[in-house]
């Protein structure tokens, strides 16, 4: 008979730390679905960890690589993943970097670094985890928290609107913004190879639940929010008017644009810049 | 110009990598870098704030290469908890705080040396940094490749903290040949079992660099000698944090630096720092001609403190002043070291940019000698 411990995934090992499996997430908890969607879409692309950092904050998200990829991985202060990822790419662009951290960490505390980022077009891909409330902290008001929603900084209801986090990275000018729910695991595959690929920077918000704090706080069970979520979605490319006005959420890829990435900018620059030190002298 | 000095000097020290925001009186600085770096093949970036501009030079730097910022009083506050990150984690940079006046936004444009205490206790938690004072635009080159070299040998934050003066000081300046610069080497582990993090408080662990598929794990938490996080284990934070400041204490006698100047038998001592030092050492030159014995201690390492130096040197003093742009911050390190042993009285003087003038050092020397 085989026991349970002698079932080993095949990405325990390879792609993730085995001494640290069983891991720690929440049950319920979408953290490690997007971590399977990432290693599968890295592993047919890349086939291998090799030359990826992943950079992350403070945060449940925060810990979906660190310390559970069996990479490098660079867990900083709360806020300040997109800086640092900035540097480590800027300094060896032989590496892929990305970001994966929450929605607190990226979009309140660190929220400067990541419109920055989208407009230098830096050749990092974020992943952006929005459970719609700081959840490791004990489930407070987000930035991304639904409007009249209970948390435990909000206990008669938010009275504050959410960020359209997809519609802000387009207008800052990212070169690649998608967002997909926990549901669409599929195409949250596609778009991580799609975003792989490509230079410059790369926003992927992922919808997703806190079966511990949020979901629970309003009163909610998980299936609930996942036929919400499934319910309520509607593709950017198909959606109406009068589905945006009802509140639907907007999934799919927002935009798709080819622009330069920093790295390569930059490159021509330093030539341009010895041709004129040359001229000079 | 001091922090034109300084750039040469980050230059020869290799550094190819500066991230920073602008700041009076550090801007020049990042001016230049901005100017020479693309030159060199290293990296110039302008980030959104001081936060990010020290973030981005500690993810260089774990990618091996050597990164600097500089900044000025308010931007130093803002890069407190990044300072802190870096401590932790023991990544090597170096950060140039060109000290203006303040607190808050204070006097842009003018001298203090208000940030002493910042420097070295401006994080939360415990921890040790290494603090260097530079006094002249020459020192702001050597003292800057200095800085680089005990970053990566201790695997710490290094500070560079001249005043605005020294920062904006228009000298001659000799530079070095390239190839007599020294130019300390990380240690990288040799091989996997090699620990990254901690220690006995003695050696410091190789460095990680990242790319090279030792599958670091760093973390600003708690962590063990490979990274993991242990948040709920009191022995290894206490392993840790001990290894953290120790490896600073236990190797005081290498990192700490400072000049004495004057006679062995003066009754009068002074210790100064920055552009201070330089008017005490004209006030030896006036004092000399009314007959009075001055001798002068000045601390290059401002942090660790040369304490067991200063108590050696105020042996046989009758006072021993602490002239300071600040209303009294090393003086009370200086009252520490000296152990009661000898009266010191701090001269402090701030605002508007104004330095201490030599012939107010000899008068306030001449006034408390009476006593």
């Known amino acids: ?281 | 110009m001091g922090n034109e000095a300084l750039v040469v000097g980050a230059l020869l020290a290799n550094c190819r990598f500066y991230a920073g925001y602008p700041i009076t009186p550090s801007s020049e600085i990042m001016n230049l870098m901005a100017k020479y770096l693309p030159l060199l093949d290293g990296v110039f970036i302008q980030m959104e704030d001081e936060i990010a501009s020290i973030l981005a030079i500690i993810g260089a730097s774990l990618t091996g290469v050597r990164a600097m910022t500089a900044t000025s009083g308010p931007g130093f506050s803002l890069m407190q908890e990044g300072l802190g990150y870096a401590v932790m984690t023991e990544v090597p940079i170096v950060l140039v705080d060109v000290m203006r006046a303040g607190p808050s936004t204070g006097q842009a444009t003018k001298a203090a040396q208000g940030d002493v205490m910042q420097a070295r206790w401006g994080r939360h938690g415990d921890q040790e940094v290494i603090v260097i004072s530079p006094a002249s635009a020459q020192e702001m080159l050597e003292l800057t490749i200095h800085a680089f070299n005990l970053a990566d040998k201790y695997r710490v934050p290094v500070i560079l903290l001249p005043d605005e003066i020294v920062g904006h000081a228009e000298e001659i300046v000799n530079v070095p040949n390239e190839e007599d610069v020294f130019l300390y080497h990380r240690r990288e582990p040799s091989s996997k079992d090699e620990p990254l993090f901690g220690g006995d408080g003695k050696k410091v662990a190789p460095f990680p660099v990242l790319g090279k598929g030792l599958n670091v794990l760093v973390t600003g938490s708690t962590h063990t000698e490979f990274g993991y996080r242990r948040t709920q284990d009191p022995e290894t934070h206490r392993k840790l944090v001990f290894h953290l400041v120790n490896k600073i204490r236990n190797n005081r006698d290498d990192i700490v630096s400072y000049e004495i100047y004057g006679e062995d038998d003066a009754n009068v001592g002074i210790v100064a720092y920055g552009s201070v030092f330089r008017a005490a050492l004209e006030s030896m030159k006036l004092a000399a001609k009314e007959g009075i014995k001055l001798k002068i201690f000045r601390p290059i390492t401002l942090w660790p403190a040369p304490d067991i130096e200063i108590y050696n040197f105020s042996e046989g003093l009758d006072i021993l002043i602490v002239p300071e742009l600040n209303t009294k911050m090393y003086a009370l390190e200086v009252e520490r070291a000296v152990r009661g042993m000898v009266s010191v009285f701090s001269l402090n003087k701030i605002g508007g940019g104004i330095p201490i003038y030599p012939g107010e050092i000899l008068s306030f020397i001449k006034k408390n000698m009476r006593r």
């Open chain 1, 1 to 281: 008979m085989t026991k349970n411990q002698d079932i080993i995934h095949p990405f325990i090992g390879k792609y993730l730390r085995k001494e640290v499996m069983p891991h720690g997430m929440c049950p319920g908890c979408g953290n490690m679905t997007i971590a399977n969607a990432l290693i599968r879409a890295i592993d047919k692309k890349f086939g291998s960890f090799e030359k990826f950092v992943f950079v992350s904050g403070i945060g449940c998200a925060a810990w979906i690589p660190s310390p559970h990829f069996l990479a490098d991985t660079v867990h900083v202060l709360h806020g300040r993943a997109i800086p640092t990822a900035t540097g480590i790419k800027l300094a060896n662009p032989e590496l892929n970097v990305i970001v994966i951290s929450g929605d607190g960490d990226l979009a309140a505390i660190g929220g400067n670094h990541l419109f920055h980022a989208a407009r230098r077009n830096i050749d990092i891909m974020v992943v952006l985890v929005n459970n719609f409330n700081y959840g490791m902290t004990g489930g407070q008001l987000a930035p991304t928290t639904p409007p009249e929603a209970k948390t435990i900084t909000t206990p008669y209801g938010n009275i504050e609107e959410p960020f359209n986090l997809p519609a802000l990275m387009v207008e800052a000018g990212a070169n690649y913004v998608a967002r997909w729910t926990i549901i669409h695991v599929l195409q949250l595959e596609k778009s991580f190879e799609k975003a792989l690929e490509m230079e410059g920077f790369r926003f992927i918000e992922v919808l997703s639940p806190c079966t511990t704090r949020y979901v629970r706080m309003n009163l909610m069970s998980i299936e609930e929010l996942l036929e919400h979520f499934k319910k309520n979605t509607i593709n950017v490319k198909v959606a109406s008017e009068e589905d945006i006005r009802s509140g639907k959420i907007l999934v799919g890829e927002f935009i798709y644009r080819g622009r330069e990435g920093y790295l390569s900018r930059y490159s021509k620059i330093k030539e341009n810049a010895l041709k004129i030190w040359r001229s000079k002298t």
